[in-house]
């Protein structure tokens, strides 16, 4: 849990090894995307100088170094992370039109986050280039299923393994996009 044995303690809470508990592994990879990125490596680099990361503050009257995963992802004190999300991965979503004003909204939200230490031009960039690569995956995902399912119908597909869920290659591309927007390889 977010308070390692009950201890409801938030300093144990706000390191970001905690969140690795439930938010690591094959089916969803953001533990491993922000422990490679420059934030991961950032923290895993400065997480024992208590000057760097005084867990003992607020996350509000925070001046670390780099963000812990609670710095950007529980603004607001609590676990709700879909009430800022602007990735929309699941059914080709990742292709949806970005105009809409309640993602404006959310994206005006995460550009107010990462300002805490870069400018809003350098934010809404880099939010940018990561939509663009989203984007991007979700079409190479389409397209490659397409020749999958074309190779299926014209009868030179084998059948699925017994042992593959039948979504086993969408784990890959959300890697891709959590990687992305973790600023790191996936």
């Known amino acids: 849990t977010c308070h390692q ?17 439930c938010h ?13 990125s420059i934030h991961g490596v950032v923290y895993q680099t400065n997480k024992w100088d208590p ?16 963000p812990t995963c609670q710095y950007c992802h529980l603004r607001g004190g609590h676990h709700n992370v879909q009430r800022l999300s602007t990735v ?14 309640l993602w404006k909204e959310k994206r005006d939200t995460w ?20 939509d663009e690569a989203c984007k991007d995956a979700g079409l190479k995902y389409t397209e490659t299923f397409k020749i ?12 699925m ?5 039948p979504d086993w290659a969408g784990e890959h591309v959300w890697s891709l996009k959590i990687g992305a927007y973790h600023d790191g390889p996936g």
């Open 51 to 66: 000057t760097q990361f005084d867990m003992t503050k607020k996350l509000s009257d925070a001046d670390y170094v780099g």
């Open 148 to 159: 999958a399912e074309n190779l299926q119908l014209d009868g030179m597909g084998e059948p």
């Open 24 to 36: 690591w592994g094959k089916d969803h990879r953001d533990w491993e995307a922000y422990d490679i």
């Open 5 to 21: 044995r009950h201890q409801f303690n938030p300093v144990v809470a706000g390191k970001s090894e905690q969140c690795k508990a």
């Open 88 to 101: 929309y991965t699941s059914m080709g979503m990742s292709n949806a039109d970005r105009g809409a004003p």
């Open 161 to 165: 393994p017994k042992d593959l869920h």
């Open 111 to 130: 550009v107010s986050v990462c300002d805490d230490c870069h400018s809003p031009r350098f934010a809404r960039e880099n939010l940018q280039a990561m």
